[in-house]
């Protein structure tokens, strides 16, 4: 009876003392269709079952080759996987040589790959990222290797590769950036969790456009942002997020602040008051404010701060507000090490005007023009500019003009159709939809 015993370095020993083995034309493959020819030390003509450990593949998934001569060949598909290397093991099914003796005399050899996936290749191994304040500061990952992860968005396709990073909210929003894109352009989406019906945005973008806000966060919790691309792509991809707030936003500012708060003392006039009942290594504080969510803070007032242990007092107005908005404000302190720092967040949410006409605008449908009624809480001296925009956001017409309790607009070279009527004036905004017939 003949027996075969597989040992390291793919050895082969046969009952009749014979040590066959493999050697391949490869000591190394990367991502993709590679050929492989091996060579046996048995000159035997006749034909080997090929097994691949790892979840590589000869190409059309087929297992039995011809051997001429102890020589074969045949392609291996390598796709994205871990560092470990792959175990080539050879069959053989049937033999002229006793060196090469059935019916299971086993041979293998193993291959090294750089086919290996990204860290961040799915949503489990998410690469963190930090959320900058007011600052796109890039990080690049390489999406060579990269894989399709199974997670489909809703904007989403299928047969794309993807990529994944997570962050920890600091605020209600964040912007992100996708800077250089390999391929055209990507399909971009925003979870609360790894499963796909946990998704809280989803879009498109192109390289080097504007940045995409994504809103609706909770501060504190974590999020995830998958990035879809070609299955041909290669190269880096560029990312970064950036807010309004610092990721320290919460931590402990150098001055011990008392109070701060801010109230509405007139329909759009607010008071904003803080207490200071010391300071250290802080050179000055501003008060920045933004009205909506998507604008940025800015600085409103300003003063310097000098070290001190005693109670101090302070107080802002801010006037001319607009009318029905929601306003936040924060402190943000500049220290001696050049470091900042921001103080909790506040707002105030002005009145309506009870003096204010209802805007209109007639007659609505209308063919040849269109009355533009002046609201009559305005400064006559107030420019209103106009804009008028098509239901596909394309802006058709501006008009600006002051000093007229009504205007006439002239829309006669305006095809059919519904569209939006925007005005804007110094403390003013609305928009009104009207249809020309």
Not at 214 to 230: C, K, R
Request: include cysteine; glycine fraction near 6%.
């Amino acid at each position: 009876m003949k027996w075969c015993l597989i040992l390291l370095f793919g050895l082969c020993t046969v009952g009749s003392g014979h040590a066959m083995q493999v050697s391949l034309n490869q000591t190394s493959v990367s991502c993709g269709a590679t050929n492989i020819e091996a060579t046996f030390d048995c000159n035997f003509n006749g034909f080997v079952d090929v097994t691949i450990s790892g979840g590589v593949n000869t190409a059309g998934n087929v297992v039995s080759y011809e051997v001429e001569n102890g020589q074969t060949s045949f392609f291996i598909e390598v796709q994205p996987s871990d560092n470990s290397p792959f175990t080539i093991t050879f069959e053989t099914t049937s033999t002229d040589l006793g060196c090469a003796v059935l019916p299971s005399p086993f041979s293998s050899a193993t291959l090294s790959h750089t086919c290996v996936a990204g860290t961040n290749d799915n949503c489990a191994t998410a690469a963190p990222l930090t959320v900058n304040y007011n600052t796109c500061s890039f990080s690049e990952f390489d999406v060579n290797n990269s894989t399709e992860s199974g997670v489909i968005a809703s904007c989403g396709s299928s047969g794309l590769k993807d990529l994944w990073y997570s962050f920890e909210a600091n605020d209600i929003e964040v912007w992100m950036n996708l800077g250089s894109l390999p391929g055209t352009f990507a399909r971009w989406a925003a979870y609360s969790g790894c499963a796909a019906n946990s998704e809280i945005a989803c879009g498109f973008t192109t390289p080097n456009t504007s940045d995409i806000k994504i809103g609706g966060l909770t501060d504190g919790n974590t999020y995830y942002i998958q990035v879809q691309i070609f299955s041909f792509a290669t190269g880096d991809q560029q990312i970064c997020l950036y807010d309004n707030s610092p990721s320290n936003a919460n931590a402990p500012l150098p001055i011990e602040l008392g109070s701060f708060e801010a109230s509405l003392v007139k329909d759009n006039q607010a008071i904003i008051e803080w207490e200071i009942f010391s300071s250290i290594n802080t050179e000055r504080l501003n008060l920045l404010r933004k009205r909506k969510q998507d604008e940025k803070y800015i600085s409103v007032f300003e003063m310097k701060l000098e070290d001190h242990s005693d109670l101090r007092y302070y107080k802002f107005e801010d006037n001319n507000l607009d009318f029905q908005e929601t306003y936040y404000y924060v402190l943000q302190t500049t220290n001696t090490d050049g470091t900042q720092d921001l103080s909790h967040t506040i707002s105030v949410e002005t009145a309506m005007n009870r003096n204010k006409n209802i805007t209109l605008i007639y007659p609505n449908p209308t063919r040849e023009s269109l009355v533009f009624n002046y609201p009559s809480y305005l400064p006559k001296e107030d420019l209103v500019d106009i804009n008028i925009y098509s239901l596909t956001g394309a802006s058709v017409k501006n008009i600006t003009f002051s000093d007229h309790d009504e205007y006439k607009l002239d829309i006669s070279e305006l095809e059919n159709g519904t569209y939006i009527l925007e005005y804007r004036s110094g403390i003013s905004r609305g928009q009104k939809l009207f249809i020309k017939i």
